[in-house]
C-alpha cells in the first residue's frame, strides 16, 4: 500500500490535507478489494477529520474502524476520545484528552497543532460570545492553569481586574472591504441620471 502521498503531508505538516487524501486512499484501496484493515493509519486518518472539525466524518470513521483495531491500538482511542469531549462540547475534556495520552513520534507534532489550533479557536469563541468572563472559566475554556490564560489573554490585547478576577474581551474589529461592481455602478449612475432628468 502506498501511503507516500499522507507520509508527504505528514511532513510537510499540511495537516489540514491528511483528511480528504487519507479519505481518498481508502476508498481506492477498498475498490480494488484490498485488506488493508490491519495496516492502516487510523489515529492519523481520525485526527485529519477532527484537525478539521468535521466530527460527522470522525463518527462515520470511528464506526467503521474494526472492533480488533480499538482494542490493540490504544492511540486510536485515545484521538477518538478527543473526538467524542469536542461532540459533547467538553472544551476543558478536550485539553484532558489531549494531555492525558502519551502520543507517538508519528502524530506527537500533528496533535501539538490540534491543540493550538483548537486553543486558537476557543479564543475566537470567547472573543465572539462574551464581554467580560472569568479568569477560572477563560482557563477552563483555553485549558490552561489561570496565570498562563490570564498571560495567554493579556498578549491578545484582553484587560484584567485583578480585585474582581475578571477579564474584559478585546473584540476583534471586522474589517469589510465593499466591492463595487462596475455595472451596478452603471445602473446605479445611470438611475441618478434619470432621476435629476
Request: proline fraction near 2%.
Amino acid at each position: 500500500m502506498d501511503f507516500s502521498q499522507l507520509t508527504e503531508a505528514m511532513a510537510s505538516r499540511s495537516y489540514d490535507k491528511i483528511a480528504d487524501i487519507s479519505d481518498q486512499l481508502m476508498l481506492q484501496v477498498a475498490s480494488e478489494g484490498v485488506a488493508f484493515e490491519d495496516e492502516w493509519p487510523y489515529a492519523v486518518h481520525l485526527l485529519g477529520h477532527i484537525y478539521l472539525n468535521d466530527l460527522n466524518s470522525a463518527r462515520f470513521l470511528w464506526k467503521i474502524i474494526p472492533q480488533s483495531i480499538k482494542e490493540s491500538r490504544p492511540e486510536v482511542v485515545a484521538v477518538w476520545k478527543i473526538g467524542q469531549q469536542l461532540w459533547t462540547r467538553n472544551y476543558a475534556g478536550v485539553h484532558d484528552a489531549i494531555r492525558g495520552f502519551n502520543w507517538s513520534a508519528e502524530i506527537q507534532d500533528f496533535v501539538a497543532s490540534f491543540a493550538e489550533r483548537y486553543t486558537k479557536r476557543m479564543l475566537e469563541l470567547l472573543m465572539s460570545a462574551y464581554s467580560t468572563i472569568s479568569i477560572q472559566d477563560t482557563a477552563l475554556f483555553l485549558g490552561m492553569n489561570e496565570n498562563d490564560a490570564t498571560n495567554y489573554v493579556l498578549q491578545h490585547g484582553w484587560n484584567v481586574d485583578a480585585a474582581s478576577q475578571m477579564l474584559t474581551v478585546k473584540k476583534q474589529v471586522v474589517v469589510t472591504e465593499q466591492k463595487i461592481d462596475p455595472s451596478k455602478l452603471q445602473r446605479l449612475t445611470e438611475y441618478v441620471f434619470h432621476l435629476e432628468h
